[in-house]
């Protein structure tokens, strides 16, 4: 996609009228009108046919501060306003996560950041919550179990749940078919909007334990799973503490393409269904959503740029010196590269993993060659009161617990001490439960007397 530059420029393909201000794909002309018209009519056609978010449900919106996510913000508040023909029926809030600790920022650089995503987010009206990466070094073991699943379930009640909403918005007054959204404390897209509410989040942990954890990760590889891992463990848990029964995430299509090939070559074939397409329903009382998936990256870049859609984009996390990248930047910019030359490259591989089925994984993945024979590691230096001793862990007890791909991640981590909290007191958890259903298996029943009544 390329903005037209012949000296006379072709008619709009949609319109017809218009100069065409940039092609999608091959002959496919729009002027910037038309364009903005196709661009939001994606959208809401990708919440429309998958019917997952019901009216009147919370929904938290992961962002960044980057392009897919930016213009996802964009879309929720255009479809959220009175002029909007079929308005969004949902109520949002937002979360960002705030990596500094981890990106080599320094404490201005990360106020300064900050202090210019929060501006963006307030000037939303929405509720949003600002989160540090430190607090995922203090959550509870539970994050990593999945919870019960709610009632929202997609089917045929999705259509009597619009038609009650609607009836139940005019019954309380609002004539126009239901513009006040619960939560949101006035009408979207009055000309003042709402305060936007900042909502509290619990003290964060000092940096150093942060740092520590990732400084004794041996690979970028490994650095990437595992800051992907804590920030969505975090996104998880303020959904499930805040009441929000959907997250939406603004992975676009390219960022699909690149995580599918990336994830086949970490030896995550089995979840490549989840990991990538539409919903995410592992977690079971939370749902992810990625409504921006069948956006092109270039398709956001101009969006933003003809409609200036605001940015924070946040630096790559450092690397130590000659150390090679990850396999998330190998896979990169080799479909990158090969999209220059073959510009159907990337929707090709988004396409193939659109028919991936959301079957359960299958635990027979190739434990072999992964197996690690370890002596249990010397106790740490105290800094996880809370969590069992490292002198009672190996980490050949952690293998049994982890897929495949977590596996070879595990292996390029740093000192069990250095590990998240939750995540060895749920090792733990485990470990005891399997031993205890190792003895009960092994200790033979007593003979019963027979029942004589």
């Known amino acids: 996609m390329e903005p037209n530059k012949n000296h006379h420029p072709r008619p709009c393909l949609k319109c017809g009228q218009g100069s065409a201000a940039l092609v999608i794909r091959l002959g496919d002309a729009f002027c910037r009108g038309c364009f903005r018209e196709y661009f939001v009519h994606k959208f809401r056609a990708m919440l429309g046919k998958n019917r997952v978010i019901f009216p009147g449900e919370k929904v938290l919106l992961a962002l960044s501060g980057g392009p897919a996510s930016s213009a996802m913000l964009q879309q929720v508040q255009e479809g959220l306003s009175r002029e909007t023909a079929k308005r969004l029926r949902f109520v949002p809030g937002l979360i960002y996560v705030d990596e500094g600790a981890v990106r080599g920022q320094s404490p ?49 009640s999705y259509k009597e749940a619009v038609e009650g909403f609607i009836q139940q918005q005019r019954q309380e007054g609002d004539g126009d078919g239901g513009t006040s959204l619960p939560g949101l404390g006035t009408q979207v897209g009055d000309t003042a909007p709402p305060p936007a509410r900042r909502c509290p989040q619990p003290a964060a942990a000092p940096p150093r334990g942060l740092r520590r954890l990732f400084e004794a990760v041996e690979t970028s590889t490994a650095r990437e799973e595992l800051l992907q891992m804590l920030r969505t463990h975090l996104i998880l848990q303020t959904a499930r503490t805040r009441g929000y029964a959907k997250v939406m995430t603004g992975e676009s299509c390219t960022r699909v393409a690149v995580k599918l090939l990336t994830n086949l070559a970490l030896g995550r074939g089995a979840f490549l269904a989840v990991d990538t397409g539409f919903v995410d329903n592992r977690h079971g ?114 293998i049994p617990l982890l897929c495949y791909s977590c596996r070879l991640t595990f292996k390029e981590l740093g000192p069990l001490a250095t590990l998240p909290p939750y995540v060895r007191a749920e090792a733990q958890r485990r470990i005891r439960r399997a031993q205890m259903k190792q003895q009960s298996q092994e200790v033979p029943l007593e003979d019963e007397e027979p029942n004589e009544s």
């Open 108 to 156: 201005a650089q990360r106020e300064q950041s900050l202090a210019r995503m929060e501006t963006l987010l307030q000037a939303t009206g929405f509720p949003y919550h600002l989160a540090h990466l430190e607090q995922a070094l203090e959550l509870p073991a539970s994050i990593l179990r999945p919870g019960p699943e709610g009632s929202s379930e997609p089917g045929s």
């Open 285 to 398: 009382d939370v749902m992810v959503v990625r409504p921006m998936r069948e956006y092109m990256a270039k398709e956001i870049a101009f969006y933003n740029h003809f409609f200036d859609v605001p940015t924070v984009i946040a630096p790559p996390l450092p690397t130590k010196r000659r150390e090679k990248p990850s396999i998330h930047q190998l896979m990169e910019r080799f479909l990158l590269g090969l999209q220059e030359d073959f510009p159907s490259t990337i929707s090709t591989v988004y396409r193939t993993g659109e028919k991936l089925s959301p079957v359960p994984a299958q635990e027979e993945l190739a434990l072999e060659p992964t197996l690690i024979t370890e002596e249990p590691e010397p106790a740490g230096d105290g800094c996880c009161q809370d969590a069992p001793a490292a002198g009672a862990e190996s980490r050949a007890a952690f």
